[in-house]
């Protein structure tokens, strides 16, 4: 007997799923597929996924703690819709401390005297 093939969730279904769960937090979610062509999970229809939950409420909260909170919105699709899913749960306060860091990273190889930035 031949498996059924179970499509991933689309991303906009994801994102109303956080947003129901964290709804006074910005949230991002990108569709990684593109990156995991050819992979087991890909070809089973399991959608790859990357999650920013950028939060208040995660203030004084672990960071697996976080992980757990922003899996478990979502476990129910694991594994048979979701393969993976890349998470990112962090405050306000660690997002900008992130995005000055990227910019200065940034900056430091712009620089560069070989950048082909």
Known sequence: MQKEKVLKPPRNALLDRF?????????QVEDQRHLHLGH??????????????????FRGVR?????RLVYRAA?????????????FAMTLEEAEQQFHKRNADLAILKNHPRASL
Do not use: C, K, Y
Request: aromatic share 6%; proline share 4%.
């Open 40 to 57: 087991a999970g890909a070809a089973s229809g399991g959608g790859h996924f990357r999650v920013e939950v950028i939060n208040a409420g």
């Open 19 to 27: 947003r129901q769960t964290f709804p006074e937090a910005t949230i």
């Open 75 to 87: 476990s129910d699709w694991i594994p048979e819709r979701m393969q993976a899913l890349n998470i």
């Open 63 to 67: 960071r697996i703690t976080r992980q």
